[in-house]
């Protein structure tokens, strides 16, 4: 029998969604199935009428959205007008990631098993449901799951007798060679970065704008515990455009030293260059890698050699390993009994790609340069609320675990690194349009609720709507002390004098009962309900992802009880009426 053509697409937001799909690729490879792997946006979903096994991998986001790369596949399968036996073809498979803490969970994929059950396909299994909450991750569910999966797949499409299977401990091909040049070229590939120079088009990831930075400067006060930064940039010329409540994305680098120190324990020299082949016809280069590349720019930009690695980081690794001691370890640790002592030595303290590949240096030092970028994932990049042009708020993230290193968010601490008295600083940025977007219609009142850097994005919407005379700009604000943390104090005082402005703030610290922006929201219950029931205000939330949600929406549900007499569901029903309608928006970060 033919080979099926496996196809594997996803949808992730953080990478996990891709990790799982590679893996899925990596099996099939295995077990001898032709196989594709790609983020659903960059498929021609017009060719899925004709897939015959299609495997969706795909992650729910914060609100029950899905990851922004499969954002155009999400608008497309759900058209009314697609027939419903468009794809009576296919057998297909959902598996879900998401987090059990946020009330729709892992809403994407149940609604895409429904949707494509709709549209004729074949379910080979249940959806899997993928859990971030669960004490060993995601994996708790898409191990035994995947096991059924192969059961099934292999059923329908038996692998021939004589081929048979490539052993676990054998490391398959991998995705790139890497061609080392012998003299270093005249271009010096980090030149090469610059883009936006000939643009086509607006700024992008494939090709960011090198924005100059002109300030960054600390915003909280000398006894707040976190530091915060406000970062101006320069964009002139750069063919950015953006209204309120779109964000930035900002792609970070790994520091000096840590990329010198993985050169080290890798035995790479990061002044030798090379350029990249794929193995396979057909497969592009990351199109973020310059060509010819120095080791030293393919590891401080494009290896995330300080994230957490992932259970597949272990697998290849130990497939690699020449020392028996560090090998046995490794496999222990992807296996399905090692994942609570991987999830206790990684996970939990939260330790680095760069810090595990020390503690296995006979491995470490014996890695193939092919196999850098089968085993490393690309850094992600950052995104930021817009405060203006081109103005952001970045709290500079550092915690500490059992490790006695502490913990520090790669791009926050990039960042605020840069000193742009000491010389120029250009960083590579560009804009996506809209998490919030904000009423057209002249009259329309808005309540804008940001504690904390949740503030950011509406000190844009507010400055653009000032200027076109809009009023009705009401806003809760929250921190902890006023002389501390109290981001544009000044500015919106003097908005709120000019009468352009309704501020209401929050410390948190300033008496002995803790008051959170959704204190104030319920003391000003009669006047939020006033705006939204009887002059179809929007609402608007920006913040810290952890509590402050969940704390705001039952806030309001608890004001349309009280001030709109409706019935707890009768409440929940308005919110998501509100939420459908676009009339309740909400951007969080974690
Ligand atoms: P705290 O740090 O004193 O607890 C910005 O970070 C502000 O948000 C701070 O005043 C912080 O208070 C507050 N905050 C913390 N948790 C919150 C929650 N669940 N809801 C609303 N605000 C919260």
Redesign the pocket.
């Known amino acids: 029998m033919p080979s099926p053509g496996l196809l594997v697409l996803f949808g992730s937001q953080t990478g996990t969604a891709q990790d799982v799909s590679e893996r899925l690729g990596r099996e099939a490879r295995r077990r001898r199935l032709d196989c594709r792997v790609q983020a659903l946006d960059s498929y021609s979903v017009v060719n899925l009428i004709n897939e015959p096994l299609v495997i969706f991998v795909c992650a729910t986001t914060g609100q029950g959205d899905p990851p922004d790369n499969m954002k155009n596949f999400w608008r497309f399968i759900f058209r009314k007008n697609l027939p419903p036996t468009s794809l009576c073809q296919m057998d297909f498979a959902v598996l879900g990631l998401g987090d059990s803490s946020y009330a729709k969970f892992n809403f994407v994929a149940k609604k895409l098993h429904r949707r494509l059950l709709q549209l004729g396909g074949r379910a080979l299994l249940p959806v899997c449901l993928g859990d971030d909450q669960h004490e060993l991750g995601p994996d708790a569910a898409v191990d035994p799951w995947l096991h059924d999966l192969w059961g099934k797949v292999l059923g329908l499409y038996p692998v021939p007798l004589d081929l048979g299977t490539i052993p676990a401990g054998v490391p398959l091909p991998s995705k790139f060679t890497l061609h080392f040049l012998l003299a270093a070229p005249r271009v010096c590939s980090e030149g090469q970065r610059v883009a936006g120079t000939d643009p086509q088009g607006p700024p992008s990831e494939q090709q960011p704008f090198l924005a100059p930075m002109v300030t960054n400067q600390r915003v909280t006060g000398p006894s707040h515990f976190q530091d915060v930064r406000l970062m101006e940039f320069d964009i002139t010329g750069s063919g950015l455009s953006f209204a309120a409540g779109d964000v930035v994305l900002i792609q970070p680098e790994n520091t000096a030293s840590h990329t010198q120190r993985f050169c080290q324990v890798l035995g790479l020299d990061p002044d030798q260059t090379f350029t990249l082949l794929p193995r396979e016809p057909g497969v592009p280069c990351p199109a973020r890698l310059p060509q010819p590349c120095s080791v030293r720019h393919l590891v401080s930009c494009y290896l995330d050699i300080a994230s957490v690695p992932r259970r597949s980081f272990f697998e290849l690794l130990a497939c690699l390993s020449p020392h028996e001691l560090e090998r046995e370890k490794l496999l222990h640790f992807s296996s399905p009994q090692g994942q609570e002592e991987l999830y206790s030595y990684c996970s939990r303290p939260r330790r680095t790609i760069l810090e595990v590949l020390c503690d296995f240096p006979h491995t470490a030092g014996a890695i193939p340069a092919d196999y850098l970028l089968d085993l490393i994932p690309p850094i992600r990049p950052r995104a930021f609320s817009i405060a203006s042009s081109l103005l952001i708020l970045v709290a500079v993230v550092q915690y500490q675990t059992r490790l006695k290193e502490p913990r520090r968010g790669l791009c926050s601490s990039w960042l605020a690194s840069l000193d742009p008295g000491q010389g120029p600083v250009q960083v590579p940025l560009w804009v996506r349009p809209g998490g919030l977007t904000f009423p057209q219609t002249p009259g329309t009142p808005v309540i804008m609720v940001g504690?904390?850097t949740?503030v950011a994005p509406f000190r844009a919407a507010v400055q653009e709507r000032v200027a076109q005379g809009q009023s009705g700009n009401v806003l809760f604000f929250?921190?902890?002390l006023r002389d501390q943390?109290f981001y544009w104090e000044a500015e919106w005082m003097e908005l709120e004098g000019r009468g352009c402005l309704t501020l209401f703030t929050?410390?948190?610290?300033e008496q002995e009962r803790?008051v959170?922006?959704?204190h104030r929201l319920r003391e000003l219950g009669p006047l939020v309900w006033e705006l939204l029931d009887r002059q179809s205000a929007y609402f608007y939330l920006a913040?810290?992802a952890?509590?402050?949600p969940a704390?705001?929406s039952e806030a309001l549900t608890s004001i349309f009880q009280e001030q709109g007499g409706l019935s707890g569901p009768d409440a929940a029903t308005y919110l998501a009426r509100l939420q459908r309608t676009l009339r309740f928006q909400s951007e969080t970060w974690a």
């Not at 929050?506 to 610290?509: D, E, I, K, P, V």
Request: aromatic share 10%; charged share 25%; glycine share 18%.
């Open positions: 504690p904390g949740g929250g921190c902890r943390d929050a410390f948190s610290r803790k959170y922006v959704q913040g810290n952890k509590c402050m704390d705001v």
